[in-house]
């Protein structure tokens, strides 16, 4: 098992680089399953999410290749309609988009149901209602597997209408609507740059995809998908997250590959709280000289203040003068973290979706657990601002979504490191 160590105290200085979004590649890596063809995907991120996506692809029989660092080529061309093995499958949450790319590609798809970070009760049934608007029977009577099957061996394209809005249910319609027949039109769409990611990629392709972006995203099915070289968008939650580790350092950051557009909620929210952000073309610089002020926060789907960055803007809430309150409107359990942070002196009461935080904290060093992988983060940011040793066990789950962050942050200032016990 491997922890990590921080000594902190030191305000991160410089510039730090910002990797390829997690939730795109693993989008865009399980869509280059309807393309029989290669295709080159770059600006890839190295974390073990990418790495379990391209393990689950190998073994139905994509040729998967490592062309250099954070560029692969992937062939789909011979890939087979049968599962991959259960145990990659549930170490992540995004391998459900292996039903829609089998829906859309060979009419049929079985899966075991995905894992992914413990926010309590994580449906899917927004997802098999849009299959089923496609014309696809699923069965989700089974506890370990979902079976679908289109019921005219081939999708039809219909109008889906989410009831709620979802990121990954949006994203797997579109994958199953692309080689469909006819036009979809997907209604209450989420519109994260992940999802305009992922139909900039497909449209690469050959596919005809309008309105992502938006909450109203059309899809006029086409017969076949070619190859593309395709780069992906910076992670704005990866961006985000350095942002306030250098407001909770009292750093300076000049924070590069950003798309600051992507960054507007978490700007505004660490402007109103007296930290300052200055905007470049494809760069944010981040510095904080006085004390920081108390706000009030809700997360919502893009363009909101996002849910992924709850954690990490607790830890600054705690620094600040005064009280702030931290509704979290998309996972009702997102704040598994506080009893962690607690530890490092944290004053936070949690009653449901909501948080009372209480300023004035300066953290102190301690034992504690990342209990997912932005939690993880958070307790990196404590740690760094904190005086003393601290000590994060669990530290796997960070790394399924930062790209090399303890060498990241070394590079500006920070003293930390991996050790393996
Ligand atoms: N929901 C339903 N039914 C569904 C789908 C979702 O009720 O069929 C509800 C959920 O319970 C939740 C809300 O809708 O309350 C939003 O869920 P969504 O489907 O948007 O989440 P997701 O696709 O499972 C993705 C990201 C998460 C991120 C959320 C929200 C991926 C692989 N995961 O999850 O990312 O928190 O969107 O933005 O893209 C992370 O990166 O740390 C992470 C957890």
Same mark, same amino acid.
């Given at each position: 098992?491997?922890?990590?160590?921080?000594?902190?105290?030191?305000?991160?200085?410089?510039?730090?680089?910002?990797?390829?979004?997690?939730?795109?590649?693993?989008?865009?890596?399980?869509?280059?399953?309807?393309?029989?063809?290669?295709?080159?995907?770059?600006?890839? &991120?190295?974390?073990?999410?990418?790495?379990?996506?391209?393990?689950?692809?190998?073994?139905?029989?994509?040729?998967?290749?490592?062309?250099?660092? /954070?560029?692969?080529?992937?062939?789909?061309?011979?890939?087979?309609?049968?599962?991959?093995?259960?145990?990659? #499958?549930?170490?992540?949450?995004?391998?459900?988009?292996?039903?829609?790319?089998?829906?859309?590609?060979?009419?049929?798809?079985?899966?075991?149901?995905?894992?992914?970070?413990?926010?309590?009760?994580? &449906?899917?049934?927004?997802?098999?209602?849009? !299959?089923?608007?496609?014309?696809?029977?699923?069965?989700?009577?089974?506890?370990?597997?979902?079976?679908?099957?289109?019921?005219?061996?081939?999708?039809?394209?219909?109008?889906?209408? !989410?009831?709620?809005?979802?990121?990954? /249910?949006?994203?797997?319609?579109?994958?199953?609507?692309?080689?469909?027949?006819?036009?979809?039109?997907?209604?209450?769409?989420?519109?994260? &740059?992940?999802?305009?990611?992922?139909?900039? !990629?497909?449209?690469?392709?050959?596919?005809?995809?309008?309105?992502?972006?938006?909450?109203?995203?059309?899809?006029?099915?086409?017969?076949?998908?070619?190859?593309?070289?395709?780069?992906?968008?910076?992670?704005?939650?990866?961006?985000?997250?350095?942002?306030?580790?250098?407001?909770?350092?009292?750093?300076?950051?000049?924070?590069?590959?950003?798309?600051?557009?992507?960054?507007?909620?978490?700007?505004?929210?660490?402007?109103?709280?007296?930290?300052?952000?200055?905007?470049?073309?494809?760069?944010?610089?981040?510095?904080?000289?006085?004390?920081?002020?108390?706000?009030?926060?809700?997360?919502? &789907?893009?363009?909101?203040?996002?849910?992924?960055?709850?954690?990490?803007?607790?830890?600054?809430?705690?620094?600040?003068?005064?009280?702030?309150?931290?509704?979290?409107?998309?996972?009702?359990?997102?704040?598994?973290?506080? #009893?962690?942070?607690?530890?490092?002196?944290?004053?936070?009461?949690?009653?449901?979706?909501?948080?009372?935080?209480?300023?004035?904290?300066?953290?102190?060093?301690?034992?504690?657990?990342?209990?997912?992988?932005?939690?993880?983060?958070?307790?990196?940011?404590?740690?760094?601002?904190?005086?003393?040793?601290?000590?994060?066990?669990?530290? !796997?789950?960070? #790394?399924?979504?930062?790209?090399?962050?303890? #060498?990241?942050?070394?590079?500006?200032?920070?003293?930390?490191?991996?050790?393996?016990?």
């Amino acid at each position: 098992m491997e922890k990590v160590m921080i000594d902190g105290g030191s305000a991160l200085e410089g510039k730090i680089t910002v990797s390829g979004m997690k939730n795109a590649a693993v989008a865009v890596l399980f869509a280059t399953l309807l393309v029989e063809d290669v295709c080159i995907i770059e600006n890839l &991120p190295n974390i073990s999410d990418v790495k379990i996506s391209l393990e689950i692809l190998k073994s139905v029989g994509a040729q998967v290749e490592q062309l250099d660092s /954070g560029r692969v080529s992937i062939d789909c061309r011979y890939v087979c309609d049968y599962a991959p093995p259960e145990e990659l #499958e549930k170490k992540m949450r995004a391998s459900y988009y292996l039903l829609g790319a089998y829906l859309g590609r060979f009419g049929h798809a079985a899966i075991a149901y995905p894992g992914g970070c413990d926010f309590g009760v994580r &449906p899917i049934d927004q997802h098999v209602k849009a !299959f089923g608007a496609l014309g696809a029977a699923v069965d989700t009577s089974r506890k370990d597997r979902i079976e679908a099957i289109a019921r005219e061996g081939k999708l039809r394209g219909n109008a889906i209408f !989410f009831d709620c809005i979802t990121v990954g /249910g949006t994203i797997n319609a579109i994958i199953a609507a692309v080689l469909a027949n006819g036009t979809t039109e997907i209604e209450n769409a989420a519109r994260e &740059p992940h999802i305009v990611d992922l139909a900039n !990629f497909l449209n690469l392709c050959g596919a005809s995809i309008s309105g992502a972006g938006t909450d109203s995203i059309k899809i006029k099915g086409v017969e076949k998908l070619h190859g593309c070289t395709y780069s992906l968008v910076p992670d704005m939650i990866e961006a985000g997250t350095f942002m306030i580790a250098a407001a909770a350092t009292k750093g300076r950051l000049y924070i590069d590959n950003v798309i600051p557009e992507h960054l507007e909620a978490i700007t505004a929210k660490l402007t109103e709280m007296g930290v300052e952000v200055e905007e470049f073309d494809d760069a944010v610089l981040v510095s904080r000289k006085g004390e920081l002020k108390c706000v009030n926060i809700r997360t919502k &789907p893009y363009p909101g203040f996002p849910t992924d960055m709850n954690p990490q803007i607790a830890v600054l809430m705690c620094m600040a003068d005064g009280e702030s309150e931290l509704v979290d409107n998309i996972w009702g359990n997102r704040f598994r973290y506080v #009893e962690e942070l607690k530890r490092m002196g944290a004053q936070i009461t949690v009653s449901g979706n909501k948080a009372n935080i209480s300023g004035g904290t300066s953290f102190c060093a301690a034992r504690v657990r990342a209990v997912d992988l932005r939690a993880g983060a958070a307790m990196i940011i404590a740690g760094l601002a904190a005086q003393g040793r601290t000590e994060i066990d669990d530290f !796997f789950y960070v #790394e399924r979504g930062y790209d090399n962050i303890i #060498e990241k942050l070394r590079a500006v200032g920070a003293n930390i490191s991996k050790v393996c016990r």
